[in-house]
């Protein structure tokens, strides 16, 4: 028998996390498709900052990652300013401090919501997961292709994966693709050049990786589920 008590808190719960998807969804549309914020000009200020202009740049670009501006294209500025090398590594710091703030704010918005849909028992089940394969998830989301970085981390705060394996995961994870987007924003002017080429190879080799790795991840999650429900005899 179910119980009609738990109801109310369930819409309640689900309402609250729908707000919140419906607010990151605004910020996604006004930000990558109406583009109130000009990348250009913010690039532009934070280059007349100086030898201090990498570590402005980073966390600049980690707050407006956090607001869902395409990390690509924080990332190619960052080559356009610093090259590939310099680049690569202001590009990672934001892309790590994108997923600790997106994940403490999702934490923060959807956690309680998110273990009140799911029920204790399964939430009990989740967090255990998490324990034990949280760092690899993150890790793996970074690699699948086309997947938003900035999304997940908001979705895997919900879900309760902890700061340290959001940093630690997208530190690990970020790193080709950082230097994907970074090379290519530095060759953008001659993009036949070798550091283009080789971007587009890391690319091509991380988005297979992903593709495959989402695939088993997926084949896998589908044989627990399996074991852990099986149809019930009378």
């Known amino acids: 028998m179910t119980d009609d008590s738990s109801q ?12 919140c998807i419906v607010f990151l969804l605004g910020m996604f549309y006004l930000v990558a498709v109406v583009r109130v914020i000009d990348i250009e000009r913010v ?16 966390l600049v670009s980690a707050l407006l ?25 202001v590009t990672l710091g934001a892309t790590v401090g994108t997923a600790t703030i997106s994940s403490f704010l999702g934490r923060r918005a959807g956690r309680e919501s998110a273990r009140g849909l799911l ?19 993150v890790v793996g989301q ?11 981390s908001y979705l895997f705060g919900a879900l309760g994966v902890p700061l ?7 530190f690990i994870g970020s790193a080709p693709r950082a230097f994907v987007y970074t090379a290519l924003g530095a060759s953008i002017g001659d993009l036949s050049a070798p550091l283009a080429y080789t971007a587009i190879t890391v690319w091509c080799i991380t988005a297979i990786l992903g593709a495959f790795a989402a695939h088993h991840s997926y084949r896998n999650w589908r044989r627990r589920g399996k074991e852990v429900d099986p ?4």
Request: net charge positive; no cysteine.
């Open 8 to 19: 109310p808190s369930r819409w309640r719960h689900g309402a609250r996390l729908a707000l």
């Open 164 to 170: 340290w394996q959001m940093a630690t995961g997208a």
């Open 65 to 89: 990652g956090a607001i869902l501006v395409p990390g690509p294209i924080l990332a190619a500025g960052s080559g356009l300013l610093f090259g590939p090398l310099v680049g690569t590594f």
């Open 231 to 234: 149809v019930a005899k009378p």
């Open 119 to 137: 029920g204790a028992k399964r939430a009990e089940r989740l967090d255990a997961q998490i324990e034990r394969r949280g760092l690899w998830a």
């Open 43 to 58: 690039r532009d200020m934070i280059a007349a900052t100086g030898p201090a202009a990498p570590l402005v740049y980073a």
């Open 142 to 152: 970074r690699f699948i292709p086309g997947a938003p970085d900035a999304l997940s």
